[in-house]
């Protein structure tokens, strides 16, 4: 069974800084993996997927990437604002069979940034 | 508004009552999903529907819990004799064709409020 879990569980930062979230899965394989940010009592935002074949995609001050063989990947947010506060999820799509399991997810890191 | 659409976004209901809600997909996604998501708790899948046939569904789709997409366009979760323990955010996600390769889009959810 799928697990993804995700480290840190919550960050406060200064605006400015450049930090990394963290998120590794137990079961490599997967179709896709994708980065969600949701915002307190909302549905959840797609920020970025990245497919089984590749390393890394970019989308403005947010990159991500994956190494499906260690099942890791990482967010890498460059001069965060007060307004990426949020909640950034980490989900996988893996299959079995002969289609799509469905996401699982991790719990989130909860991330404040200080004006 | 061509994203996936939830309806209602809040419901508040008696321990007991019978609940509905609806979820309309993108326009051509064929596969849909359901997840349920408690406070501080990332997403749990909870049933896949490929155009009309349901798929998949999780060990926490108990008796009291139906899901339908009778035409393969949008889909209803219905919960039988709530529970408070069935509060929770329920979130609609849908896919195109294409197995995993392409992503899941989520609507706003539903918070379902058990009193």
């Known amino acids: 069974k799928q697990e993804v879990t995700q480290i840190p569980a919550a960050l406060s930062v200064p605006e400015g800084e450049n930090l990394v979230l963290n998120c590794s899965f137990t079961?490599?394989?997967?179709?896709?993996l994708q980065w969600f940010r949701q915002d307190p009592g909302k549905g959840l935002t797609s920020l970025l997927l990245i497919q089984s074949s590749q390393r890394e995609q970019t989308s403005g001050r947010l990159n991500a990437s994956l190494d499906k063989s260690s099942g890791r990947s990482t967010l890498y947010i460059a001069a965060s604002q007060p307004g990426d506060s949020a909640t950034y999820l980490c989900?996988?799509?893996?299959?079995?069979?002969?289609?799509?399991?469905?996401?699982?997810f991790g719990k989130g890191t909860h991330l404040i940034i200080q004006p | 508004d061509t994203g996936v659409s939830q309806d209602p976004r809040h419901k508040i209901t008696k321990r007991g009552q019978n609940v509905t809600f609806r979820c309309d997909p993108i326009s051509e996604h064929n596969r849909l999903y359901w997840y349920r998501q408690t406070l501080g708790q990332g997403p749990e899948f909870l049933t896949y529907f490929q155009n009309e046939a349901q798929l998949e569904k999780s060990r926490l789709l108990s008796d009291r819990f139906s899901a339908e997409r009778p035409k393969g366009s949008f889909s209803t979760l219905e919960i039988q004799r709530t529970e408070q323990g069935d509060s929770a955010m329920y979130l609609c996600?849908?896919?195109?064709?294409?197995?995993?390769?392409?992503?899941?889009?989520f609507g706003q959810g539903t918070r379902l409020t058990v009193v």
């Open positions: 996600a849908s896919s195109p064709p294409g197995q995993g390769w392409f992503g899941a889009f």
């Open positions: 079961d490599s394989a997967i179709y896709n």
């Open positions: 989900a996988v799509e893996g299959y079995s069979g002969g289609g799509a399991d469905g996401l699982t």
